[in-house]
């Protein structure tokens, strides 16, 4: 597994959003797009980081972001989670690991002091060019689910809106 750095081209993906509509990274040409990835849906932590991006999606939003999720998960069980916690952005379903893999998002990692392979999660920041073509503008592996959005926000200088 290699992982990516500033500057690197990001790799391009097409994936299902919950309702099977594919989703492309360069569906977001001319825009910089939050891409996170996490482990499984409807799990404490995972859910804990998608809320707190829901939570923050106006002024990451207003700061000219977009928020896209990735997981291993099944369209049918991210359907659930996005209704479940009413989430306003897209989650994207990667069963066969290819997208978190090509980002470096998926290998061995330490879990309760075991080694095991799975997702690491992890969240970029991608300059998307309008041809479509990304760029690695932050490279983040290994985050903590919670506090990660905040600190996310303080590191991009997203404030809060006003009001």
Same mark, same amino acid.
């Given at each position: 597994?290699?992982?990516?750095?500033?500057?690197?081209?990001?790799?391009?993906?097409?994936?299902p959003d919950p309702d099977g509509t594919p989703v492309s990274l360069a569906d977001y040409a001319g825009h910089r797009v939050i891409v996170y990835f996490y482990p499984a849906a409807m799990t404490p932590g995972c859910t804990t980081?998608?809320?707190?991006?829901?939570?923050?999606?106006?002024?990451? %939003? %207003?700061?000219?972001?977009?928020?896209?999720?990735?997981?291993?998960?099944?369209?049918?069980?991210?359907?659930?989670?996005?209704?479940?916690?009413?989430?306003?952005?897209?989650?994207?379903?990667?069963?066969?690991?290819?997208?978190?893999?090509?980002?470096?998002?998926?290998?061995?990692?330490?879990?309760?002091?075991?080694?095991?392979?799975?997702?690491?999660?992890?969240?970029?920041?991608?300059?998307?060019?309008?041809?479509?073509?990304? !760029?690695?503008?932050?490279?983040?592996?290994?985050?903590? %689910?919670?506090? !990660?959005?905040?600190?996310?926000?303080?590191?991009?200088?997203?404030?809060?809106?006003?009001?």
């Amino acid at each position: 597994m290699s992982k990516l750095s500033v500057g690197d081209v990001a790799p391009a993906f097409t994936l299902p959003d919950p309702d099977g509509t594919p989703v492309s990274l360069a569906d977001y040409a001319g825009h910089r797009v939050i891409v996170y990835f996490y482990p499984a849906a409807m799990t404490p932590g995972c859910t804990t980081q998608a809320v707190d991006f829901s939570a923050a999606l106006g002024e990451i %939003a %207003a700061a000219g972001f977009d928020v896209v999720g990735i997981s291993p998960d099944s369209v049918e069980k991210l359907a659930k989670f996005r209704q479940q916690q009413e989430l306003a952005f897209p989650l994207l379903a990667d069963p066969d690991k290819e997208v978190l893999k090509a980002y470096g998002a998926f290998g061995r990692k330490v879990l309760y002091g075991k080694e095991i392979e799975g997702v690491i999660r992890s969240t970029f920041v991608v300059s998307v060019d309008d041809e479509g073509v990304g !760029h690695i503008d932050v490279a983040q592996y290994n985050v903590k %689910a919670t506090g !990660h959005v905040a600190k996310l926000r303080r590191e991009l200088k997203i404030p809060a809106l006003e009001g």
